[in-house]
C-alpha cells in the first residue's frame, strides 16, 4: 500500500511539474506556475520521505541535510542577488541541479556495486545518460 500512495505522489508531482513548465512561458501565469513547482516538490520530497522509511543511504538525515544546506543557500542569494544578475543565477542554480543529477548517478551506481550486483545493461545506460544529460 505505501508504495502505491508514493507512486501517486510520484505522479502527482510530475503533473505538477509539467504545468509548472506550460505556466512559465506566460508572464501572467508564472508565479501561479512558480506555486505549483513549490507544491509538486514538496509532494515528491515527502513521497521519497515516505518510500525510504528512514532506511537507505544515509535516509532523512540526509535528506534533511540537503534541504536545509540548499535552503539556506537559495535563501541567500535571493535575497543578495540583484534583479540584473538573475540571467547568471539561474545559470548558476542550474549548474547545480546538474551536479546533483550526476552524484545522484554515481551514488545509484556506487550503491549497486556495493551491494555486490551486477547492473544490468538498462541500469546501466540510464546511470550514463543521466550522467550525461546532468553534466
Same mark, same amino acid.
Not at 525510504?52 to 544515509?58: D, H, K, R, V
Not at 535563501?75 to 547568471?88: D, E, F, G, K
Not at 555486490?116 to 543521466?130: D, E, K, R, Y
Given at each position: 500500500?505505501?508504495l502505491?500512495?508514493?507512486?501517486l505522489?510520484?505522479?502527482?508531482?510530475?503533473?505538477?511539474?509539467?504545468? =509548472?513548465?506550460?505556466?512559465?512561458?506566460?508572464?501572467?501565469?508564472?508565479?501561479?506556475?512558480?506555486?505549483?513547482?513549490?507544491?509538486?516538490?514538496?509532494? *515528491?520530497?515527502?513521497?521519497?520521505?515516505? %518510500?525510504?522509511?528512514?532506511?537507505?543511504?544515509?535516509?532523512?538525515?540526509?535528506?534533511?541535510?540537503?534541504?536545509?544546506v540548499?535552503?539556506?543557500?537559495? =535563501?541567500?542569494?535571493?535575497?543578495?542577488?540583484?534583479m =540584473? *544578475?538573475?540571467?547568471?543565477?539561474?545559470?548558476?542554480?542550474?549548474?547545480?541541479?546538474?551536479?546533483? /543529477?550526476?552524484?545522484?548517478?554515481?551514488? *545509484?551506481?556506487?550503491?549497486? %556495486?556495493?551491494?555486490?550486483?551486477?547492473?544490468?545493461?538498462?541500469?546501466?545506460? *540510464? =546511470?550514463?545518460?543521466?550522467?550525461?544529460?546532468? /553534466?
Amino acid at each position: 500500500m505505501r508504495l502505491v500512495v508514493v507512486n501517486l505522489g510520484y505522479l502527482a508531482a510530475a503533473v505538477l511539474f509539467i504545468l =509548472t513548465f506550460k505556466g512559465l512561458s506566460h508572464p501572467r501565469t508564472a508565479v501561479r506556475a512558480n506555486l505549483l513547482g513549490s507544491i509538486g516538490m514538496l509532494i *515528491a520530497v515527502a513521497a521519497t520521505f515516505l %518510500l525510504l522509511g528512514g532506511e537507505g543511504a544515509g535516509g532523512y538525515g540526509v535528506i534533511l541535510g540537503g534541504l536545509v544546506v540548499g535552503g539556506v543557500i537559495g =535563501t541567500l542569494l535571493a535575497l543578495r542577488i540583484r534583479m =540584473t *544578475a538573475m540571467p547568471q543565477m539561474v545559470a548558476l542554480l542550474n549548474g547545480f541541479g546538474g551536479a546533483a /543529477a550526476v552524484l545522484v548517478a554515481g551514488a *545509484a551506481l556506487l550503491e549497486a %556495486l556495493a551491494r555486490g550486483q551486477v547492473p544490468s545493461a538498462q541500469f546501466m545506460i *540510464a =546511470t550514463a545518460l543521466a550522467g550525461i544529460i546532468g /553534466a
